[in-house]
């Protein structure tokens, strides 16, 4: 079963930055993780889950409008990893932000994960 934890989340004023990670169960190959379309979604109180940034098994990223300029998605294939570098943070951002991922396609915002969800990491922008 594929499992993906996310972290990095905590709160900080506007203005400043952190960096999550996700990092997929050991049971997945590095083989099977580097072939994955990756993500990463939020959710705001009383909003709906949104897709944030994505990236491809060949690393062609994608951004939503409301973050393009300020956050930066990678990966690391030999680490089973990714991670979401964000600058700049508004209160807007605050969220608990998710990642996630499928085998064969590519995530956009008509074509969901493949996995179960995890627990998130809470992203807070607050002065």
């Known amino acids: 079963q594929v499992q993906l934890v996310e972290s990095g989340g905590g709160t900080v004023q506007p203005g400043g930055s952190l960096r999550l990670s996700c990092e997929a169960s050991?049971?997945?190959?590095?083989?099977?993780?580097?072939?994955?379309?990756m993500g990463w979604y939020r959710q705001a109180p009383g909003k709906q889950r949104e897709l944030v940034a994505t990236?491809?098994?060949?690393?062609?990223?994608n951004y939503a409008d409301s973050v393009k300029g300020r956050f930066t998605i990678s990966r690391d294939n030999a680490k089973n990893t990714m991670y979401l570098q964000m600058n700049n943070l508004k209160a807007e951002d605050a969220a608990i932000y998710y990642c996630?991922?499928?085998?064969?396609?590519?995530?956009?915002?008509?074509?969901?994960?493949?996995?179960?969800w995890g627990q998130g990491t809470q992203v807070t922008v607050s002065s």
């Open positions: 996630n991922a499928h085998p064969t396609r590519p995530l956009t915002t008509a074509s969901g994960p493949a996995y179960s």
């Open positions: 050991e049971i997945i190959s590095r083989i099977s993780y580097m072939g994955w379309y």
């Open positions: 990236i491809t098994r060949t690393g062609s990223t």
